[in-house]
C-alpha cells in the first residue's frame, strides 16, 4: 500500500486503514486555511481567497487529493482545481448563475428534462470535492438538505414513457450511502421504460477510495450500470485512481470521462492528449470536452473556443479514435450540448465534395450522379493523382496543408 501521504506532517501519524477508508478522507477533508497551510505554501492570493467566504461552494479537500498537490508550484493543475482563488469573487459581464438554463427545465425539482429521451436526476448537493471550476456552484454545496423531491422525480418518470435515460448526477451521487444510491436505482428499475441508467461522478478521481467492493456490488445488482467520470488532467489518472477504475471496470462498469477545458490546467493538445492516452489505459472512453461554462466566478478558467478546436485537430486522426472524445459546447440559456469540430470540409459543390484530411491533405469525394470531372465546372482542370484530386480555383493543391481549418 502506498503511504507517501505519511510524508505531509498532518498526515504522518494516519494509519493506511484510516486513509484507505472513504469516511475518514470525508471527515478529514481540508475546510481551512490553517489546515491547507500544513500541506502547501500558499500564495498571499489563495490565502485571501481560502480566508475569504466562499458562498455555498466551500473549500473541502479530501487528503487523497491534497496530497497529489505540488506544494510549492500554485500553478499544479490539482491544485488549481482544489484551492480557491481571488479570481473567484470578480464577475465577469457575461457570467451567468444557471449558463446551461437548467432551472428553466426543471419540471420537478432536481430533475432538469431538456431532451426528448433523457433527463438528469440531481440526487444530492455534496461533493467529496468542491472544484473550483464547477458550472453548478449555484446548487452545489454543503449544509443543504436533499436538492431532488425524490418522490415527485419517481411518478414523474413513471409518467413520462419517452424517457428511456436516466442519468444520475448532483452534486456527486456517491456522496449517497450505498443503500441509499441502491434504494435509487431499485426505484429506478422497477420503472420499465427506463432502459438505461448511468451515474455522473468525480468522487472516483478525486476520493477513489469511496470505490469498495461494496460499491461495486451495489452496481453489478442493477447492472447495467454505466458511469461519466470527471477528469481534467493526467496527474489525475494516479495509480491509485487506476486500482478504482480496474474495480469499476472489473464489476461490468462501462465507464466514460467528461473532461472540462480549463485555462492553465489541461488547455495544451499535449496535456489533453496525455490524458486521453491515460484514461484508455484505464479503460475509461473519453467522451466530452466540455468548454467553460459561463457560469459566474470561472471566468479565469475559460479560454477561447479556437483553443479547443486546436485541441480536436491535434487529436483526430494523430492518435486512436477511442482517444477523441467529442467537443461540446453547451448552448448558454439552455440550448444543450453543441458538437464543435474542426472543419473538414473545404467545398461542396455539384455532388463534389472536397474535403482534408488530418494533415491537412486535400481529397475529393464524388457523390452519386456526379458529372466526371471535366465536365463538373468547379472541377475543371482537376488533375488526378491517387486518391486526392487538386481542387481547381480555391488555390488548394494535393498533399498542402490548409493552415486555416477553423471557419
Ligand atoms: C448532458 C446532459 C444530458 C445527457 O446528454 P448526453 O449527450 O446523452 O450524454 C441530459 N440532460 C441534460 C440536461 C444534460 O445537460
Ligand atoms: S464534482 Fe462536479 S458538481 Fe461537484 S463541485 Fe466538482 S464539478 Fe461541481
Not at 457575461?94 to 431538456?114: I, K
Not at 470527471?230 to 496527474?235: E, G, L, R, T
Not at 448558454?332 to 470540409?345: F, M
Not at 491537412?360 to 465536365?375: L, R, S
Amino acid at each position: 500500500m502506498d503511504d507517501s501521504y505519511r510524508r505531509i506532517p498532518l498526515w504522518s501519524n494516519v494509519s493506511p486503514e484510516d486513509w484507505e477508508d472513504w469516511h475518514w478522507q470525508l471527515r478529514n477533508r481540508i475546510y481551512t486555511v490553517d489546515q491547507l497551510r500544513q500541506v502547501i505554501s500558499l500564495t498571499p492570493d489563495e490565502e485571501e481567497a481560502c480566508a475569504k467566504k466562499q458562498g455555498r461552494l466551500v473549500m473541502a479537500i479530501p487528503p487523497y487529493w491534497a496530497a497529489l498537490m505540488d506544494r510549492e508550484d500554485p500553478k499544479c493543475p490539482i491544485r488549481q482545481q482544489g484551492v480557491p482563488r481571488m479570481e473567484e469573487f470578480s464577475i465577469g459581464p457575461h457570467d451567468m448563475r444557471d449558463p446551461c438554463g437548467e432551472d428553466t427545465d426543471m419540471p420537478v425539482p432536481g430533475l432538469v428534462h431538456r431532451y426528448p429521451d433523457r433527463v438528469l436526476f440531481l440526487v444530492t448537493e455534496q461533493c467529496a470535492m468542491y472544484c473550483r471550476h464547477c458550472t453548478r456552484r449555484r446548487l452545489v454545496g454543503e449544509n443543504h438538505g436533499l436538492m431532488s423531491a425524490y418522490e415527485g422525480t419517481f411518478e414523474y418518470l413513471r409518467k413520462h414513457t419517452e424517457v428511456r435515460d436516466v442519468l444520475i448526477s448532483g452534486g456527486d451521487p456517491l456522496m449517497m450511502t450505498d443503500v441509499r444510491l441502491g434504494q435509487v436505482l431499485a426505484r429506478l428499475r422497477e420503472i420499465p421504460h427506463l432502459e438505461f441508467i448511468r451515474i455522473g461522478s468525480r468522487t472516483p478521481v478525486t476520493m477513489p477510495q469511496r470505490v469498495t467492493p461494496e460499491f461495486c456490488e451495489v452496481l453489478k445488482k442493477y447492472k447495467p450500470i454505466w458511469m461519466s467520470l470527471h477528469f481534467c488532467h493526467p496527474k489525475e489518472v494516479s495509480p491509485r485512481v487506476k486500482q478504482a477504475m480496474d474495480m469499476l471496470a472489473e464489476s461490468g462498469v462501462p465507464l466514460g470521462s467528461q473532461t472540462v477545458l480549463l485555462k492553465g490546467v489541461n488547455d495544451e493538445p499535449e496535456i489533453m492528449k496525455k490524458l486521453m492516452h491515460e484514461l484508455l489505459k484505464a479503460r475509461v472512453r473519453p467522451y466530452y470536452i466540455y468548454q467553460c461554462d459561463m457560469a459566474q466566478g470561472i471566468t479565469h478558467f475559460r479560454t477561447a473556443v479556437n483553443k479547443g478546436l486546436e485541441i480536436m485537430q491535434a487529436l483526430r486522426g494523430h492518435t486512436s479514435g477511442y482517444a477523441v472524445p467529442t467537443y461540446v459546447v453547451d448552448g448558454p440559456g439552455g440550448g444543450g450540448k453543441i458538437p464543435l469540430s474542426p472543419n473538414y470540409v473545404v467545398s461542396t459543390k455539384e455532388g463534389v465534395v472536397t474535403l482534408r484530411n488530418f494533415e491537412g491533405k486535400i481529397y475529393t469525394y464524388y457523390e452519386p450522379g456526379a458529372g466526371a470531372p471535366e465536365m463538373i465546372p468547379a472541377m475543371a482542370g482537376a488533375g488526378k493523382n491517387g486518391n486526392g484530386h487538386k481542387a481547381n480555383g480555391n488555390g488548394l493543391h494535393l498533399g498542402e496543408p490548409i493552415p486555416d481549418y477553423i471557419p
